[in-house]
């Protein structure tokens, strides 16, 4: 039933919208009267809740990693069973994502990487959806991984903050002896070998943001290089709450401007400010609930498992015109892009 009232809710809502889009090409019949102001129907669109173009679901909170400045930090151990992952995917898709990306937490922690593998050919394979994506730190993926799943993947996000193995350390992101920074460059071989666009997420902090990247970035050429500035998040990685102490990791805009110039010539340079940030990311935590960080933290939404995807996205705090004047929405399926695996 809930299921059924979630793709009665998103027939509605895409109703309601093609008619709004199709009223300025209307003629007026004759004899008859539009009812309704003007200034009324345009608060009514204004009012119309935003379309989940491009969600990001962080499934679990749970990591082998303790980055100093995480901003989804491990408060629970809860992790949805797969059918119900399903069920919410599926109502997303109904109410119109076409982008899925999965995040953290590691996602490859839950099962050695099995549920996020199911749950990446599920929504290629089943709910055909353009993209799917995968943001990691990495560590724990395997070559056998991309053998089973690869096909399904269209972009796998690693992220790295330095080339700099001590910063790394200095930041939290390592494990054991591993180095990071090694890893990455097997990452993206076997990304080459089984065709997903591979891609490199960076927060740039107190500990980074000196650091010249450009021949490392260059050289491993990601399609994408997504440039972070370091968010404080209430009750995440700053406050009494918090698990994180995130404030010692914190750079001014100027500071963030001074590494953006340094590197203006990575043509695969995406610079994302606070600004940017804060409500232009449609955030599905692991009870898949949206999470409004407008006040400086995250207020969860009712889940859509129970209150379905449109009633629950009136209260994410999604910036819609803010996601599309930062590029949110691009070159995301990897059978569009023009790439030399």
């Not at 679901?57 to 069973?81: D, E, I």
């Not at 399903?86 to 898709?93: S, T």
């Not at 799917?132 to 053998?147: A, D, H, P, T």
């Not at 999470?291 to 207020?299: A, D, P, T």
Request: charged share 30%; proline share 4%.
């Amino acid at each position: 039933l809930s299921v059924g009232r979630a793709v009665l809710a998103a027939l509605r809502g895409r109703l309601g919208a093609l008619c709004w889009s199709l009223a300025p090409l209307s003629l007026p019949l004759p004899g008859w009267r539009d009812s309704a102001p003007r200034p009324q129907r345009e608060q009514e669109w204004d009012d119309a809740p935003p379309t989940p173009t491009s969600v990001n679901y962080h499934f679990t909170r749970q990591c082998n990693y303790k980055c100093g400045f995480c901003f989804h930090t491990a408060k629970t151990s809860f992790v949805l069973p797969l059918e119900e992952a399903k069920r919410g995917l599926a109502m997303l898709k109904e109410a119109g994502m076409e982008k899925i990306n999965f995040s953290g937490g590691e996602p490859f922690l839950q099962d050695r990487g099995e549920f996020v593998g199911k749950l990446v050919q599920f929504c290629k394979q089943e709910l055909e959806l353009p993209s799917v994506s995968i943001v990691s730190n990495g560590s724990l993926i395997r070559k056998q991984w991309f053998e089973k799943y690869g096909e399904y993947l269209d972009i796998l996000a690693i992220s790295c903050d330095s080339f700099d193995e001590d910063v790394n350390i200095l930041i939290g992101r390592r494990q054991g002896k591993k180095n990071h920074v090694e890893n990455l460059h097997k990452l993206r071989q076997w990304c080459r070998e089984y065709a997903v666009a591979f891609k490199i997420n960076s927060v740039i902090n107190r500990f980074n943001v000196e650091e010249d990247m450009n021949e490392q970035i260059k050289a491993l050429n990601p399609v994408r290089w997504k440039v972070f500035q370091c968010l404080l998040i209430e009750g995440e990685n700053s406050g009494e709450d918090a698990l994180r102490e995130a404030e010692k990791f914190v750079i001014s805009d100027e500071d963030f401007d001074r590494f953006l110039d340094r590197h203006k010539d990575v043509s695969c340079l995406v610079p994302e400010s606070n600004q940017k940030m804060r409500d232009s990311y449609l955030i599905l935590d692991e009870y898949m609930r949206f999470l409004n960080c407008r006040n400086g933290r995250k207020e969860p939404s009712k889940s859509i498992l129970d209150v379905g995807v449109e009633a629950a996205i009136k209260f994410s705090g999604f910036d819609e015109k803010m996601f599309l004047r930062r590029g949110g929405k691009y070159v995301w399926s990897k059978a569009d892009m023009k790439l030399d695996w």
